[in-house]
Every structure is written in structure tokens, then in C-alpha cells.
């Protein structure tokens, strides 16, 4: 495997349980499988640095940033947050404001510059077998976050900040058993990877520049 000499690029991963990776090992994370691929293709990037607890809504990682700081100035920034909000049934109008304020948080972290931040979008739990253990229906989660990350999309757009919509595959494979950590809910290291393929021309991309 390949590792990052002391020169290496630095990584700061934002989010929630997508980005932490809740129930796979550090190793299978996507923003860790993300580094990895970026280095066995010869770009030095430090393994991230992830700020992202499981649960967390928009304005609860922005207190953890908060609390985090001083963070100081990054090479690369990621971002991938708003799933607990559609959980708790917050809008996708309020939703937009805080994204974008998060968003700006990533940017001044990546130095202001926008071709070195890139956003994923909400991948859609409503496939999951857990959401037969809520109140929701498949056809509500998928409407409310088509509605929130058409929110991030735009505010991404305004900013030119790269957003890798990883929704459709998350929809097409994420009812697989192998997709599916042990809880029923969250990705496994596979579906991490599906990922992974999807945000690895982006991040090479940006990170050539």
C-alpha cells in the first residue's frame, strides 16, 4: 500500500456518519480508500483528517468544527452533511442556508480555493432495510433528499466547487446485503469503494491543478 511521503498534500474530511464510516474499519472509510487510490496513482495525500460524528446535523458539525479549531489551511477539503437534517424533517430551504455556510467553512479551510474542495451528495437511505423501522416510506426519503441535494447542488454551482453525485448508485446497489454494514442502514466498505470509483477522476483532477 502506498504511503505518503512528508510532502504529501493534506486531507480534512467534513461530515457525519457517511464520512466516519460507522460500522467498517478505518481502512474502509471512503475518504481513507479515497487517499489510498489517489497515492497508489502517484499523488501524494496524506490519509484525511476527519472531523464527522454519527448523527450529526449541518449545525452540529459545525459546532465540532468549532471546536476543533484552530484547523489552519488544507490542501484538499471534502464535505458530505445533510442526511440527519431530512432524518429530523428539516427543510430543504433551511437546510440550503446552513450547507452554504458550511461550504464557505471549507473553502477558507482549503485556503479559498474552490478547485480544491469537493462535495458529495446525500446518498438515499430509503433503500435501506432500515427505513421499514421508521415512519418514513422509500418514496418520501428519496423525494426529500432529491429536494436537498438539488439545494447543495446549486450552492456548489455558485461556489465552483466539484459535487459527485453518489445518490444514484447508492439507490441502484445500497438494498444489496454486501452494501450494507451489520446495523441494516449504513454502507459497508464495498459501497464505500462504489464511491470511492465515482470521486476518484474528480479528486485527481482538482488535485492536479
Given at each position: 500500500?502506498?504511503?505518503?511521503p ?57 459546532w ?21 437534517n ?19 467553512r ?104
Amino acid at each position: 500500500m502506498a504511503t505518503a511521503p512528508a510532502t504529501a498534500l493534506s486531507f480534512l474530511a467534513l461530515g457525519d456518519s457517511y464520512t466516519i464510516g460507522e460500522g467498517v474499519p478505518e481502512s474502509g472509510r471512503w475518504p481513507v480508500q479515497l487517499a489510498r487510490a489517489l497515492r497508489e496513482e502517484g499523488i501524494a495525500l496524506t490519509d484525511p483528517r476527519i472531523i464527522a460524528t454519527t448523527g450529526w446535523t449541518t449545525d452540529e458539525l459545525a459546532w465540532g468544527i468549532d471546536g476543533a479549531e484552530p484547523l489552519g489551511e488544507w490542501d484538499f477539503v471534502t464535505l458530505l452533511i445533510g442526511v440527519n437534517n431530512q432524518y429530523r424533517g428539516r427543510s430543504a430551504t433551511d437546510f440550503r442556508g446552513e450547507f452554504e455556510t458550511l461550504l464557505q467553512r471549507a473553502l477558507r479551510c482549503a485556503r479559498g480555493r474552490a478547485d480544491r474542495v469537493m462535495v458529495l451528495s446525500i446518498p438515499d437511505w430509503g433503500v435501506t432495510p432500515f427505513v421499514e423501522t421508521t415512519q418514513a416510506t422509500p418514496a418520501q426519503v428519496a423525494t426529500e433528499l432529491d429536494a436537498y441535494n438539488a439545494a447543495a447542488q446549486v450552492v456548489c454551482e455558485a461556489h465552483a466547487v466539484a459535487f459527485v453525485d453518489i445518490t444514484p448508485i447508492s439507490r441502484e446497489r445500497g438494498a444489496e446485503a454486501e452494501m450494507l454494514a451489520d446495523d441494516g442502514l449504513h454502507p459497508s466498505a464495498a459501497m464505500y469503494a462504489l464511491w470511492t470509483a465515482q470521486a476518484l477522476p474528480v479528486a485527481r483532477s482538482l488535485l492536479q491543478r
